[in-house]
């Protein structure tokens, strides 16, 4: 174990790559730099709210005295570190936004542990960068208890993600207005302190395309595959170019299975711009997302995303399409031909479709036939967009469905639970249900790995947003009782667990309607 302020932080990047080290903050520009120094802005009075025990071991580092809370509040740097802000570009909900970068994230160096794995450490909330543009680099307690609890919580649930190692509440107030409508309002700060082996997006590679500076965008693409995808540096067949499609190739089908990940667990992300897609499939900044309560395909939690739903639940594997054509564009400059580049991304609907079509067999607890068993697989979903029950309850409740049930009443009252209102074509669910059955029973491996495998697949506990509403209240008045029941609660998220059952409910009415609970916004 080592201690955050002792460490000698590397500082890879900023040492491989070009930067502006002048450290000054005032929004501007970079053309020609990776990155620019950054040096958080001191808050007045940080206190240590949460600290990943879990995530911490794993990386060998110590639990925090002091000075290291310091360090997570952004108001020691020491002297290995190297604090920047990344300069990145993207398209946000479907247009050219140009350059953006880290407006509030710093990264202060790189930790390396004894086994050598290497994880960037980055501050969200610490202040001003050049990158800031009109906003002052800042993350209330409400958005960072989000991003702090989610992205935990995706780990646990087996779905690659950025890491949260704590949450630091800074004791200056941030004004913000919430949804955007005139009602501005103070609220208490925070910084979380993400781990990830790289916070490269997209958007990295982007920008540098948009400026043309194509020996910066070969050096980073270089980087990424050495570092990241080190397997294909080491094949010397390879010629340049077929190393660039293979890489290319492995992002389409990362970002391919991060899709089918998220559809699993009914994860909407609500932002997917190309600055929040990261290069190495993770799931990455945690902005309005939310669970689905009610399996409703057209849900979009993002108030902002409200006029044209691009980023609703059903909608997340076509713009992470979409997204991957602005990558194949921003890397395009690095070949002769585009033939093959193009080849690769179209693949990602074959691929994104195999994968998903797996993912729902496995969910539904079915053999999987030759023809991937699409018939069913749709029909189930149609027939859950139609009824609209609770998502996870409905799985949980399939899961354990007594296969010795036969009458419609029988069915529909044990499925009762799950139910936001009766489903009004009772007939027509209780007719899949029963063909579900039948194909069940048709099972040639044994029920318990049938019930291994849906298990592993359907969790029981989600953080729902209701849930997460409820404890960032109850943690700006003081008290953290249910905020830690739920950090409990998400590191077990497919385990039946009576105490936690207090979870295992539906979405109650009150959060129907709740700002901050089913409509969020970009404000945060
Ligand atoms: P997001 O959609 O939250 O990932 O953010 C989009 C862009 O806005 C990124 O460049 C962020 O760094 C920037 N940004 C968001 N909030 C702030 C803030 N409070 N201060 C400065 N920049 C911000
Ligand atoms: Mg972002």
Redesign the pocket.
């Known amino acids: 174990m080592e201690s955050l302020s002792t460490k000698i932080f590397k500082n890879e990047f900023a040492d491989m790559f070009e930067g502006d080290v002048s450290g000054q903050l005032n929004p501007r520009q970079t053309p020609g730099v990776f990155y620019a120094k950054a040096i958080p802005t001191p808050v007045k009075a940080p206190q240590l709210l949460a600290w990943s025990e879990e995530l911490a071991g794993e990386l060998e580092i110590a639990e925090p005295d002091e000075t290291d809370v310091d360090i997570l509040a952004g108001n020691f740097i020491s002297a290995s570190m190297f604090p920047y802000?990344a300069c990145?570009a993207?398209h946000?909900f479907g247009n050219w936004?140009g350059q953006?970068?880290?407006?509030?994230?710093i990264t202060l160096g790189e930790w390396t542990t004894s086994k050598n794995l290497v994880y960037e450490m980055q501050l969200k909330?610490a202040g001003?960068?050049p990158?800031?543009?009109?906003?002052?680099?800042?993350?209330v307690l409400r958005s960072s208890v989000r991003e702090y609890l989610m992205s935990e919580a995706m780990h646990y649930l087996g779905i690659p993600t950025t890491r949260a190692l704590s949450l630091v509440s800074t004791g200056d107030m941030?004004l913000r207005d919430m949804f955007y409508n005139g009602n501005a309002a103070y609220e208490p700060g925070a910084i979380v302190m993400r781990i990830s082996p790289s916070f490269l997006r997209f958007g990295n590679f982007e920008i540098l395309a948009a400026r043309q500076e194509h020996e910066h965008l070969q050096q980073l693409a270089d980087w990424t595959i050495k570092k990241f995808y080190p397997h294909l540096e080491a094949d010397k067949e390879f010629t340049a170019h077929q190393k660039i499609i293979a890489w290319y190739s492995e992002v389409v089908e990362k970002t391919a299975s991060l899709m089918v990940n998220w559809r699993r667990v009914g994860f909407v992300h609500g932002?997917m711009?190309t600055?929040?897609m990261s290069i190495l499939g993770l799931t990455i900044?945690y902005?309005p997302f939310s669970f689905l309560d009610a399996f409703d395909p057209d849900f979009t939690p993002n108030t902002t995303d409200l006029p044209g739903r691009r980023y609703a639940f059903d909608k997340q594997h076509t713009v992470a399409y979409w997204n991957l054509g602005c990558l194949a564009s921003a890397i395009a400059p690095l070949l002769k031909t585009t033939e093959e580049l193009v080849t690769v991304l179209e693949a990602y609907q074959e691929i994104y479709y195999d994968k998903y079509y797996a993912m729902m067999a496995n969910k539904l607890g079915i053999d999987q036939r030759e023809d991937g068993d699409s018939g069913l697989i749709d029909a189930f979903e149609q027939m859950l967009a139609t009824v609209k029950p609770d998502m996870t309850i409905f799985y949980q409740l399939l899961t354990t469905m007594p296969l010795t049930l036969v009458h419609q009443e029988e069915i529909l009252s044990y499925f009762n639970p799950c139910f936001y209102s009766q489903p009004s074509d009772s007939e027509a669910f209780f007719m899949l249900i029963n063909t579900y059955l039948e194909r069940i029973a048709a099972n040639t491996s044994s029920a318990e790995s049938r019930l291994i495998k849906m298990r592993a697949n359907n969790p029981r506990f989600i953080l729902r947003n209701y849930m997460l509403h409820e404890a960032i209240g109850n943690l700006e008045k003081g008290d953290n009782r249910l905020f830690m029941k739920l950090k409990t609660a998400m590191q077990q998220p497919y385990d039946v667990i009576d105490d936690e059952d207090e979870f295992f409910k539906l979405r109650p009415q009150w959060a129907d309607d709740q700002p901050g609970s089913s409509t969020l916004s970009?404000?945060?």
């Not at 990158?131 to 993350?139: K, Q, V």
């Open positions: 802000a990145y993207g946000q936004a953006l970068g880290d407006g509030r994230a909330g001003l960068t990158y800031s543009r009109r906003g002052d680099g800042r993350a941030v932002v711009n600055d929040n900044d902005g970009c404000s945060s």
